[in-house]
């Protein structure tokens, strides 16, 4: 069995401040590892995922992840946010060619940038 | 990248009745649809997998009889709550993974159906 633990439920934090939405997961296997943004009442769009290759995947709005094996973390970070990155983000995690490629979902984070 | 649609995104019905909604892979093969419920402020829960052509695998808790998945082409599943009651109202989301040859690494998710019931 494999779970996600989103450490944060709620990060404020002012426009122009850096960032990191904290994920950690348990698996005995190797996992796949997204993250996911939901705005107000809206679906999920992928973020970014580490599927193999490189450790720290890159979004083209500005947010990084790096996957850390011997932590099992795939925390998110961004240097500077800005007021439209308010949203809810969930990091999920999955196991290659198991279960239909079954997501496990985290808590998720509700990220508040104030002006 | 791949589009997934959802339709309604919104429905609003009474107590007692049925309600369907569908889950439309729009430019890929879906071989695996899955079917999500999320509670306000909440994380999602998976519901139900379901593979092209074959029962969903429901998950412990979830009511086979109320929540009906049907898969019966490579672009389209539907989830039909029956008997729908007030606590069964939430957000609905739906995902869908590639076969051979496609995105079957990840899901990509629909905008999500916002089921009120009076």
């Known amino acids: 069995a494999q779970s996600v633990t989103q450490l944060d439920s709620q990060v404020p934090v002012f426009e122009e401040a850096p960032v990191e939405l904290r994920c950690n997961y348990s698996?005995?296997?190797?996992?796949?590892l997204f993250w996911y943004v939901q705005y107000p009442n809206q679906g999920l769009q992928l973020l970014l995922k580490y599927l193999s290759g490189s450790t720290l995947v890159k979004s083209i709005n500005g947010f990084e992840a790096e996957f850390n094996k011997s932590q099992t973390s795939f925390h998110l970070r961004k240097p500077s946010v800005h007021i439209s990155d308010t949203a809810e983000y969930f990091c999920a995690v999955s196991t290659p060619g198991r279960a239909g490629n079954m997501l496990t979902f985290g808590g998720g984070t509700r990220l508040m940038v104030k002006p | 990248g791949a589009v997934v649609s959802q339709h309604p995104s919104r429905v609003i019905c009474k107590s007692g009745t049925s309600v369907k909604i569908e889950c439309r892979s729009l430019d890929f093969q879906a071989t695996t649809m899955f079917w999500y419920r999320q509670f306000p402020k909440q994380s999602l829960m998976l519901m139900a997998t379901?593979?092209?052509?074959?029962?969903?695998?429901?998950e412990q808790g979830v009511e086979k009889d109320k929540f009906l998945i049907n898969h019966a082409s490579l672009t389209l599943s539907t989830l039909t709550v029956t008997s729908a009651h007030p606590e069964d109202s939430s957000f609905y989301i739906c995902?869908?993974?590639?076969?051979?040859?496609?995105?079957?690494?990840?899901?990509?998710f629909g905008p999500g159906t916002r089921l009120t019931v009076l």
């Open positions: 995902s869908a993974r590639g076969g051979a040859g496609g995105p079957v690494n990840e899901q990509f």
């Open positions: 698996s005995s296997v190797s996992v796949y």
């Open positions: 379901s593979n092209e052509g074959s029962k969903a695998t429901y």
